[in-house]
Each structure stands twice: as C-alpha cells, then as structure tokens.
C-alpha cells in the first residue's frame, strides 16, 4: 500500500521568499512517481511538477523544484521567489504500477504568501 | 486548461436522487480517473479506465458506478444520494498504457471538477 503524509497543515511565506512544503511517503514498490498539484480557490488541481523514482536529478519546473530524497523517501516542493498567486493547497501525491497508476494524495498544506 | 471537461459545474440535488457526471479527457489519452475531494476524506480515487475498460478500482461506494465509451468519454453515476456523497469530484485523464508502457506513472491532468451538493 502507498501513503503520502504532509505534516503542514498550513505555511505563510513573504512574498519573493522560497518556502519549502514537506512531502514524505511510503511505498513498497521499486517503480513509481511523485507529483505535486496545487488547488487555488477556485477548485481546480494544477500539476506542478513530476519526479520518477529512477530519476538520478531532482526535478525543476520554473519556480518549482523537487528535493528527493529517495532514502528519507522525502518529496519536498520548493518554490522559489514566491508571489501571491501562489496562495493555495498543495498536494503531494504518488502513483505506482502496483496501483494502477492511481494517485494517492497526502492531505494538503495551505500555503499563504504575504505582501 | 488542462485540455479536459467535466460537466455540469454544479449540481444540486435531494438525497435519494441519482446523477449523472460526465467527463471528455484530453486528446489522445486513454486513460480516465475518478476522484472524490471531501472535507472529511480529502482526495480519493474512486475508478479508473482505460480505453473502455475499468482497470481499477478504489473507495467507491456500490452506490456508485462509472463506465467509459468508445469515443472515451466517461460518465460516473451516483445514486441514491446521501447527505454525505457532497462533494468535489474530479476527472482526470493520462496516456498512460495501463499497467505498462514507457512511462507507466504519467502525470495525470485534471478537469474542473463537478461540485456536487446533496440537499
């Protein structure tokens, strides 16, 4: 079985700061990915960033940076540089062949950024 | 936009009633998701298929049923409502080949979801 677990209920952030929201999870699978999507007010789910568990380099997306750490299985998102915008939830979530593909999400954090 | 739709936005219905919710993936993907956002549950997979056949299955009710058509369009079904089936439901689509393929864990992308208040 797969679990995501994020220990931050909430994050404030000064805008153009980086802020780091925590992702850990558990897995028996070898193969699998990790994902951060973030929901604004509004309802929707955004894909940020993507991480195979093979991948030897952590991955980046603009802004958003992934710090793996297989061994801790840790999935950290880093956003750099933040602007208001970025207010929202924010799920790390993990997929695996064994589940079909199926995305488990951890419970989200709410990130606000202040002017 | 995530290139996928969902249909209707909202729906308000009475406990006991059924609904429909219909969603049309991206181009090209074969692969559908159903999930569930509750304030209680959180994110949820309910169901997924791909190319018309269901592949797997999560937390979903028997209340609750799905199935995905040769145009690859999907519709979820939920009847006999209760009080607690509000909620968000999402659809979201992935090329992904089901159990394997090149990259097997693709990144899944979300429609708008349907708000569904059950009265």
């Known amino acids: 079985a797969q679990k995501i677990t994020q220990t931050q209920p909430g994050m404030f952030v000064q805008e153009k700061e980086a802020v780091t929201l925590d992702c850990t999870y558990d897995?028996?699978?070898?193969?699998?990915?990790l994902f951060w999507y973030k929901q604004p007010s509004s309802g929707e789910m955004i894909f940020l960033i993507y991480?195979?568990?093979?991948?030897?380099q952590n991955a980046t997306e603009g802004r958003y940076s992934l710090n793996f750490q297989k061994a801790r299985k840790s999935a950290n998102l880093v956003i750099s540089a933040s602007q208001l915008g970025d207010s929202a939830m924010y799920f790390c979530?993990?997929?695996?062949?064994?589940?079909?593909?199926?995305?488990?999400f951890g419970a989200g954090t709410r990130l606000a950024v202040h002017p | 936009d995530s290139g996928v739709t969902q249909t209707p936005k909202h729906l308000i219905t009475a406990t006991g009633q059924r609904v429909t919710l219909r969603c049309s993936p991206r181009?090209?993907?074969?692969?559908v998701y159903w999930y569930q956002q509750s304030l209680d549950q959180g994110l949820q997979f309910l169901i997924q298929?791909?190319?018309?056949?269901?592949?797997a299955k999560g937390n979903i009710l028997e209340r609750f049923s799905a199935q995905q058509f040769p145009d690859l369009h999907s519709e979820l079904n939920l009847s006999s409502l209760e009080l607690g089936d509000s909620a968000l439901y999402f659809c979201?689509?992935?090329?992904?080949?089901?159990?394997?393929?090149?990259?097997?864990?693709?990144?899944?992308?979300f429609g708008p979801g349907t708000r569904l208040t059950v009265l």
């Open positions: 979201a689509s992935s090329s992904g080949w089901g159990t394997s393929g090149p990259r097997a864990y693709n990144e899944q992308f």
């Open positions: 897995t028996s699978d070898q193969s699998y990915g």
């Open positions: 991480q195979g568990s093979y991948d030897e």
């Open positions: 979530a993990m997929s695996a062949l064994s589940g079909y593909n199926k995305l488990i």
């Open positions: 181009s090209g993907d074969l692969s």
């Open positions: 298929y791909y190319n018309g056949e269901e592949r």
